[in-house]
Each structure stands twice: as structure tokens, then as C-alpha cells.
């Protein structure tokens, strides 16, 4: 955090300002227990549209994730996999917390002549419609924040929320350019470097254009050289390590650094993935809290027994479809303890047990082979970043363009990508002051890895090519689910993802069911009977026969 103190000030002050508010739909009526736009300051308006919008990202992006394997999915059924209610806290912070305390900043900015203020409620906003549109589909825009004038506001097509987003982020960009008569009082995610502002704000037009299908326009940026291409651009939101009031903590942390050991499990798709190929980023995304793994061999190659008691599916034969693709089924070697998708079963007493989030970036601990059990406070306490837009996500968007016309020319911005992911990654390591570092990857680990991927490129025929760049944008993607869900329904890659636990899943989530708030108290949203519906960028197929992997 660049400022602790300024940070817990700002929670304590928001606790009182903006979560007042009852309800939970978009009706938006005033709190008379809160203050008036009127009396309020624009500096704390700003604050929390910018902590908020990194709690949204960061809820949204655990659902990206696990729907592509990236993070485990705990349903055997796409169709009741997340219900309506598990987004109502999201849809709330996206309408109340983000785009209605960014609109009632504005005209307060505006009179003090705060402009970059009001552009960075701008991109937020821009940012978080076009998200939504991801997610959900057509949803509430032009009449979303009309209060108790509009309770029941009708839903926008998506194309139209893309199209009003790429014109808001046009005036943000004039508002960055523009000269403000006062600064923001904390920039949680530039420090007031308005130049990387603009980089963001065109790489998240470049995000639009991606899923539009506008290469021109995509490419009509990247040749202005004026987007996030460095990691010092990165657009991420910075965590603190304070526990309570407030507590700060990234919330993937809060959840599995606790007195009762974790509180996720792993991908057993990824975690295979990226131990078999000798990863360099693999004790960074993970902390091993054995050295082995009911029903497999531990880190010296000796078998450990199944146990029935924490991991029943160790006594398990695997399901069809794993033995037909020969996919690692419940156990992994080197003590790499997580679960399959679609895995729904009860959870056993092995908190201290399963694999943990690691240092990157949730601010774990770093996997030393010490196989200690966490606990509160332990690694960088939590003081990790939610990504939102990284100069190696930009590498693999290239690459997919490039790739769209030829396979074979998109690999040196998937090693590129790489690269730039493996350098970020492993500077987290000193994160975790107790860890020893001994076991970080040496320079050789790494360009090994790294030659290891130009190779298997080469070698590869265009699916292989395809499937490569796909695995290695996931990976990379760690902490941001959605560009790997986006990137699977634009490309239905990688086509070896590991299936679901149960043979009949029922077809892919290419959208989800609407908050159940939102659908049960306005009368403009209707329910979604089923998750097949396409948004309307995605124009592949009908599922079940894209993706390819159910």
C-alpha cells in the first residue's frame, strides 16, 4: 500500500459513508442515514468507487476462473453450478458502490474543476458495465441510476453498453489529458501518473475490440505504442495486510489464511499442469501444506496410502471420461492437494492439509518445502494485488490476433507473454520475509521453461499451437478469471481441458443467471432459464459442441 494510514482512514470514513444503504436491487433510494452528495467529498466518493471495483473484479474473476478450470468448480451440473444469489453482493457493489457514487462525484468534481477525479470514475465505470455485459448479458445502463424516479429500469443490449463504455473511456481519456485544479487525495492504482492512466484506459478499449471483433481498431492502438506494454503499466489494484477495521487483506487470502487452514482448493487441471511442465511459477500461485497426497507418491517419490477420512476419492476409480482422456484423476504427485471440476463432495478435516493460495498474488506464503500449516498472518499477510489489466495478458491478446490468421506467427508474443509473467511473478517472492528463498527458480529454471515452450510451439501442428497459447494465458492469467472465460468463448481453447467430474454436465456456461435480487424486484429483468444464452459478442456455436470441453 503506498499509504497505510490514509487507507485505514478512508475504510473506517467508507464504512460509515456508503454502507448505509439497504437495499440490494436498483431502486438507489437515499439513506438518511448516510450524507448527501451535497455534503460529501470527492476524495471519498473516489476512494471507494476504487475499492470497490477491485472487490468486483476480484468476485467476478474467481467465477471467470473456475468455470475454465483455471480455479476449481465445486458443481457436477453447469445449470445449478452458481445460482442467482451468488452475485447479488457483486450486482450491488457494481450499481451502488461503483457507478452510482462515481456519477454523485462528478458534479461535485466538476464545479472544483477535479477532472482526473471524475476520469478515473469514468474508466471504472466503463470497465465495470462492459464486465457485467461479459457475465450476465443485457443488463440495466441508461436507466440504472435513476432512484426512487425509476425503480424497475429496463436492461440495454450489450452492443450498446460496449458502444456507450468505448465512448466513455474516449472522455476519460480527455479528463487524464485534461489539467485538474486539485489531484486525487490516494490514486490506488497509478499514484497520480496520469500518462499510465491513458495506457490503461486504450487497453481496455483494445479489451473491447478483442471481443467485438475489431482488429483494426485493435491493432489501430497498438501501432499508437500508447498502452499497457510494460509491466510498470500494469493496471492492478494493491492490497494492504491489516486484518480488522478494516481489514485490508486480499479476500482470496482472508479466505485461506485462517486458524482452520484453507479455505479453496486448487485446480488439480492447473496445479498438473504447471508441475509436470517444471513451471517456474509454481511455488509462487501455490503453498504445499504436505508433502503428499493420499493415493499418490510424496516429494521423494514414495507412495502415500489413500485415506478415506480426507480425500475419499483416493479409494476411487476414476470416472470414464478421465481414463478415455487420461487425465490425473483426485491425486497428484508431489503433494499438490486440490480438487478435479465439478468435484461437489462434503468437505473433510484437511484445512491444513489441501494445498494453499501462494505468495502470487494473493501475498501467501512462498512453497519453500517447509510444509508447514498456515495460518493468520503468515506469508506477506495478505498484501497481494487483484489483477485487472497486465502487459502479458496485452502479449497474449496480440497473440491471439496475430494467430487468427496464422497460427505460427503469434508465438513470439506467447513468449513474450510468458516472459513478462514469469519476471512479475517471481518478484513476489520477497513478499514472504520468512520463506527460503533458495527455492526460488534460478535464471537457467526459467529459460529452460521458456525454451521448453518455443519448442513444443514449433513442434506443434495449429490445434497443438492453439492449445499451447491457451494453456500459457491461463496460467499467466492467475487472479483474473476473465480473460480466460472470454478467451474460451471466442476460441473454445484449450481443447484439453479437463472435463467434468460428472459425464453429463449439461451444456457450458456461456452466461449466468441474473442476481436474484435484481430479477426478483424489477420488473424489466426477466430470469434466465438456463445458462446457454450467448452474450452477444459471443458468436460461436450453441453449446454443448463449443467449447468442445464439458
Not at 108 to 116: I, N, P, W, Y
Not at 342 to 350: E, F, H, L, R, V
Not at 465 to 486: C, P, R, S, V
Request: aromatic fraction near 12%; include cysteine; hydrophobic fraction near 35%.
Amino acid at each position: 500500500m503506498k499509504n497505510i494510514f490514509k487507507y485505514l482512514s478512508i475504510g473506517l470514513i467508507g464504512g460509515v459513508l456508503f454502507t448505509g444503504c439497504e437495499t440490494t436491487n436498483l431502486d438507489l433510494t437515499d439513506n438518511p442515514n448516510a450524507l448527501t452528495p451535497a455534503q460529501a467529498d470527492p476524495d471519498f466518493y473516489l476512494n471507494e468507487v476504487q475499492v470497490r471495483f477491485a472487490r468486483v473484479v476480484e468476485s467476478l474473476g474467481e467465477t471467470g476462473a473456475e468455470t475454465v478450470r483455471m480455479e476449481w468448480m465445486g458443481s457436477r451440473n453447469y445449470q445449478n453450478a452458481y445460482s442467482p444469489q451468488n452475485f447479488d453482493g457483486t450486482w450491488e457493489d457494481a450499481y451502488q458502490e461503483v457507478i452510482k457514487n462515481g456519477r454523485d462525484l462528478a458534479p461535485l468534481a466538476e464545479e472544483a474543476g477535479l477532472v482526473h477525479h471524475i476520469a478515473i470514475a469514468q474508466l471504472i465505470e466503463a470497465y465495470t458495465i462492459t464486465l457485467l455485459v461479459d457475465y450476465f448479458g443485457d443488463i440495466p445502463y441508461s436507466e440504472a441510476i435513476g432512484g426512487a424516479d425509476n425503480l424497475n429500469p429496463g436492461v440495454d443490449s450489450g452492443a450498446d453498453i460496449y458502444a456507450a463504455a468505448l465512448a466513455l473511456t474516449d472522455q476519460a481519456i480527455a479528463n487524464f489529458n485534461a489539467t485538474a485544479l486539485a489531484e486525487p487525495d490516494i490514486d490506488f492504482y497509478y499514484d497520480g501518473d496520469w500518462d499510465a492512466w491513458v495506457k490503461a484506459a486504450n487497453t481496455l478499449k483494445m479489451r473491447l475490440h478483442l471481443n467485438l471483433g475489431n482488429t483494426s481498431a485493435f491493432n489501430s492502438i497498438v501501432s499508437s505504442g500508447n498502452y499497457i506494454s510494460a509491466t510498470g503499466d500494469d493496471f492492478q489494484f494493491q492490497w494492504g495486510a491489516n486484518a480488522v477495521q478494516p481489514d485490508t487483506r486480499h479476500p482470496n487470502y482472508a479466505q485461506n489464511y485462517t486458524l482452520t487452514g484453507g479455505g479453496d482448493y486448487g485446480s488439480v487441471w492447473m496445479m498438473n499442469l504447471m508441475d509436470t511442465s517444471d513451471d517456474p511459477r509454481i511455488r509462487y500461485y501455490y503453498y504445499r501444506q504436505a508433502d503428499g497426497t493420499p493415493g499418490s507418491n510424496d516429494v521423494n517419490g514414495d507412495p502415500v496410502p489413500p485415506n478415506e477420512e480426507t480425500l475419499d476419492c483416493s479409494l476411487q476409480s476414476p470416472p470414464p471420461q478421465y481414463i478415455a482422456g487420461g487425465f490425473p484423476f483426485c491425486t497428484l504427485d508431489n503433494g499438490y492437494w486440490g480438487r478435479n471440476h465439478g468435484n461437489n463432495s462434503g468437505i473433510p478435516p484437511d484445512g491444513l492439509l489441501r494445498t494453499a493460495v501462494g505468495v502470487y498474488p494473493q501475498a501467501g506464503q512462498f512453497d519453500d518445502d517447509s510444509f508447514g500449516e498456515t495460518s493468520l498472518g503468515t506469508g506477506g499477510g495478505g498484501a497481494g494485488i487483484t489483477p485487472v489489466i497486465l502487459a502479458s495478458t496485452v502479449d497474449f491478446w496480440r497473440a491471439e490476433v496475430a494467430m487468427n490468421s496464422s497460427p505460427a506467427s503469434g508465438k513470439a508474443f506467447v513468449l513474450s507473454g510468458v516472459t513478462k509473467s514469469i519476471n512479475k511473478v517471481t518478484s513476489f517472492g520477497s513478499k514472504d520475509a520468512t520463506a527460503d528463498l533458495s527455492f526460488e527458480p534460478s535464471a537457467t529454471d526459467i529459460s529452460d521453461y521458456i525454451a521448453s515452450v518455443d519448442a513444443a510451439f514449433d513442434a506443434a501442428d495449429n490445434e497443438g499451437k492453439w492449445n499451447i497459447m491457451a494453456e500459457q494465458f491461463f496460467i499467466a492469467l492467475k487472479g483474473n478469471g476473465h480473460d480466460g472465460y472470454n478467451f474460451y468463448r471466442r476460441k473454445g481453447y484449450p481443447t484439453n481441458l479437463e472435463p467434468n467430474l460428472e459425464p453429463n454436465p449439461g451444456a457450458f456456461i456461456r452466461s449466468h443467471f441474473y442476481p436474484a435480487n435484481a430479477a426478483n424486484t424489477n420488473s424489466n429483468i426477466a430470469q434466465k432459464s438456463n445458462v446457454t444464452g450467448q452474450v452477444f459478442w459471443d458468436t460461436n456455436p450453441a453449446s454443448p459442441s463449443f467449447p468442445v470441453a464439458n
